[in-house]
């Protein structure tokens, strides 16, 4: 793609070229004047330039002798609305290739254009086209006025002894030369300085520079993309740096495209140059006659740029390819350096994190020496001596330290435990150690220690726990005060009419009725908060399962008000037996069966139990199904039947199945309540394991 400069002072007319020229082969630089296209005359970053002028004075023939100066081997069109033909005459002898009449025609104007990028120009031989480029002497002839009035060209400098190609060529002399330049590989300018400084000393070259791409950032991530597209001066010798610094080698395109590509060697008089204007541009400007990719291996890093010797003799290939093969070592260098860095700069800021911490770390080499520790690892270590400020293993407590030679010797971590420093008695700590170790290492390298102040979180969970007991505590106490005042508002009712309804018969039996259901469910409800306040379980009691679950059932029907259905429990495991507390085991099953006989309604229905044993590796256990004739649980109250206060009827705490988990875990058994059963049947499984005896 071809870059055209704009000269117009009019909004109009580059919004007209712009809908006129072919954008896929032309990028459109819009500026007032020459001034502020100077930086990108001086880079020589365009390939042609169109002037809005009107051929009518001399005027326009003065910004053409200017813009003519400023670019000198820029093709110039004009584009006019008024034309002269005498001053359309000085045009063209000032070196205008086509002077376009407004309005401007866009299959004309990128007809033109590409007459121009096809003229000898652009396509002729080096020499032709370095005669159109480079800018002459001012004054003609030799001499140091020659040398004054050519900006352009730099004073050679005499290297420090002689140029030898011999030397480079003799492998023994360029693996001891360049070694010392080896030297400086995590230095990267002073490695591209002293390998300069070879060339010059070894080959005699006079002007080189070394452009190298941006390295990857922090943490080894990508570099920037719009960096990673450009190739920038890193050092230079013969060459101002003012201009380096405003100079780079695009990826995309010319020399630094071709080396990126390809990865070979560019002469400046190779095919390959004078096809290509941008990388005969390139050349020109640096003064160089060589270019040299610079790879790691694996992708290109940069290249090196080279004027001829200083005695004007051309470069030989075994030389070139001598240099090729020491830049590619010098790339892997820069490479390594770059890798380098990222690894001290993720060190540092890891270090400063650690710094940073709240949290005590502390880093213990194999040797027992302390590797790293940060402010709040000192400040807790360090608490009974604050006037030292470097941490050593010895102001470690000694369970600590002895905890940290085993992890150190064994590459076991320790798992994390509470500690509390006798110096720092208010607070908790939580202690945690792992080790560090390499692949090959038979031992860890090192340990890390974190210490970490859960006093104030301890803090929170204690009162988070307060504050829920509390909450539970009330909700006991409302359902308490709730299923009391049910259980009494009867004989409070019956105590009201005592005097004068106590000489009925049908009163005294009301009477009864009340005080036997009130004293039911006030013992119910005493039973279960006594089954839930137990801490400890006996397991000195040897009861045979049939025979719990018949009483059990004798007592459920004792709390349960209609008239039992049928109940008969199978297995034949009559003689089976399970240790633990008898009293507390028949109300847990009570209790269950209680649920059964308020499920099933009807006479004709019944509540079946079965009883079967299963075991493997020696340990055996009893598994006791309980199926009532009622709707069954939902998968939602299957779940949350266990949980307490949760109840689907309008009566009673809902503690019931609460009371039995905990009797039944307390027993070293679990509870199942089926969610899936069909509709007809509700199910309960409970497994408690066998006692040494069956």
Known sequence: MKTLLLLSKLRTFPTAIEAAADFSKYKIIVKEDLRAAGP???????????LDLELTDANAICLIEEARKAAPGTPILVA???????????????GVS???????????LNNLLE????????????????????????????GAEAHLHAPHRLHPIHPLSSPNAANLLNPLEALRKFSGVLTHSLQPEALLREFLLLLREVIGVNRAVIFLRHPATLFGGPAAGAEDRWLRSACAIGLEQSFLEHFALNLATGMGAHLRKHGRILRSTGHEALDDREMAREFHLLGGSVAIPILDRESLLGAVVLDERLTGEPYRSEELSLLFHMLEEIG??????????QLEGSHAMLGDILARLGTACVVVGNSLAVLHSNAAARHILLAGNPDKRALEFSDLPQELGSKLFTVMKTSVPVASFKYQFPALPEENYLVEISPFRTQK???ADAALLIIENITSLERAKRLEVEASNLRLITTMAENLAHEIGNSVVPLS???????????GEEFRVSLSQAMGAGVKRITRLANQMMFLARGKTDFGDQIRVNELIEEAFREAHVFHNGKAPDFEIAGGLEKVTIAGDHKALRHAFSEVLLNALQATQGESRKIAVSVSSTGSNGKRDVNVEIRDAGEGFTAEAAQRAPEPFFSTRNVGLGLGLTVTRKIIEDHRGRVEIDGRAAKGSGIVRITLPLSDQN
Not at 332 to 341: C, E, G
């Open 493 to 503: 009712t019956h105590q009201q009419l005592l005097d004068s309804g106590m000489e």
């Open 441 to 443: 290492a038979a031992s």
């Open 332 to 341: 892997l260098a820069i490479r390594n350096s770059w890798l380098h860095d």
């Open 40 to 50: 990108l005359l001086e880079r020589g970053a365009i390939d042609a330039m169109l």
């Open 80 to 94: 006019c609305a008024e034309k002269h033909w005498d001053w359309e005459e000085d045009a063209f002898l000032l």
């Open 115 to 142: 007459r121009v990028f096809q003229s000898p120009s652009h396509g002729a031989p080096r020499e032709q086209a370095l005669q159109v480029l480079a800018p002459g002497p001012l004054l003609q002839g030799g």
């Open 98 to 108: 086509h002077v376009i009449s407004k309005p401007i025609r866009g299959r004309l």
